[in-house]
DNA sequence: ACACAATGTTGATATATGTCAATGAAGCGT
DNA sequence: ACGCTTCATTGACATATATCAACATTGTGT
């Protein structure tokens, strides 16, 4: 699963330190960067497994990972990961228990950081702790977004709701490459993979977006807007 | 809206000390008592609504409120709040602005704290901060339980994970008196008014619980697991 | 005690959505 | 290039759930 184990860059360089590490000292900055390690995972290789203890605080550098609850029979995903962004779940400071699993949608590259040391900083640097606070906020702010979404609209919504995930937050560019599977999709919105196929195909034959391969271009923005807000 | 205002017990007193504020220094605690203030709201009153500025920390002293989700046309209750328990909502971090609104289902009375009062403590007080985020943490995988019973359970299983969350966390005792209205017990398992009584109405005739009046007694526990674990 | 409003209950009906099964397409190792 | 496995697609069907409307019950103010 783990595929080489390499110190080549330094916390310092890397683009980590313009996000949540922002309030960190050059020596705080140190202190990570020498208990850090840094893995990688191959397309559809587990990143940690829910239920399991959580040691390391995972930050993805390259790729796209997802975080998903595996529940009753089927997976709901409640975030992809690119990078830089980090993985921290709310068992740390809880039980030291992953509430949920990660794997790498497409080959990824982490480092992986000391909890322990985490923590440490989060009581000695108070901006940080602000920091992450914050962080953790907004993550709890997407998830009601989420929640409200999954329990409230109809397929049609939920899918429009993903799209715009995918476009504007994590692809960032509107003909996008398609790095997930169907079944990702269909973990993301709550639904059955054949459901989601045939929305999408639906969405096509409505001339709202086109979808080649996996190339998707959304065409009509503001009618898929409007099916997010009717439900 | 609100009824009375009185500052007729003391911080130190409150057994709101026991949870999060278990440590603060007496000094710390002064500095929060002087400045609360406590509200009355009668069954029915708005504590705060979503979308408003968020001024203050809310710790409910007395009476049950809830907190919920002003969705697509209904609610989506995310939690009963009974006494002693904090209201802290994720936009205090964010943008001050609550994310979701409050409301008393029974009379209630709540003591509210200036929230930079709070955030300063959190600065400064590492095991307060660590408590903070703890809570926070339980929070978030709380919420994760409910997004999988929500999204994963057919409406038989999520009544039941509704009824073990009322009789275990809110009125802890078996034969309860439920003073949520149905359509309160329909917004905590995303579903009709109409629905929900239908559940309730087979539980009562396959003997797992009797309900009359408002009284609520769950005679077969076991049942009502089996049902809750298979959705 | 009365009327009126809010809340709870029930039945009939429509529909959104999942499940199952068959087929097609695409990637992959040999 | 071949078979094989995984993934995507489509159709037919079953059913879980919402909606609507009617009616019953409870509470509440006068």
């Not at 975030?79 to 794997?103: C, E, M, Q, T, W």
């Not at 999954?150 to 899918?159: A, S, V, Y």
């Amino acid at each position: 699963m783990v595929n080489k184990l390499h110190h080549s860059s330094n916390c310092a360089d890397c683009n980590c330190k313009v996000s949540i590490f922002k309030n960190l000292s050059p020596l705080e900055l140190a202190l990570i960067n020498s208990s850090r390690f840094q893995v990688s995972y191959k397309a559809g290789e587990i990143i940690f497994k829910q239920g399991t203890p959580s040691p390391y605080f995972v930050c993805v550098t390259s790729g796209l990972a997802k975080i998903y609850i595996e529940g009753y029979g089927k997976n709901l995903i409640l975030a992809l990961i690119k990078p830089v962004d980090y993985i921290f779940g709310p068992g740390i400071y809880v039980d030291n228990r992953h509430y949920y699993s990660a794997s790498a949608v497409e080959d990824c590259q982490a480092c992986l950081v000391d909890v322990t040391i985490f923590k440490k900083l989060i009581r000695e640097n108070p901006d940080f702790a602000e920091e992450f606070i914050k962080r953790v906020s907004l993550q709890s702010i997407f998830n009601f977004d989420q929640v409200i979404s999954l329990t409230q609209k109809q397929m049609h919504g939920r899918i429009a709701d993903v799209i715009f995930y995918l476009s504007d937050k994590i692809y960032c560019q509107n003909p996008f490459e398609l790095t997930i599977s169907r079944q990702d999709l269909a973990d993301l919105s709550g639904m059955s993979k054949e459901s989601a196929i045939r929305i999408l195909k639906e969405f096509k034959e409505e001339g709202i977006l086109t979808l080649s391969g996996n190339t998707l271009e959304v065409l009509n923005p503001k009618q898929l807007r409007q099916i997010s807000e009717t439900g």
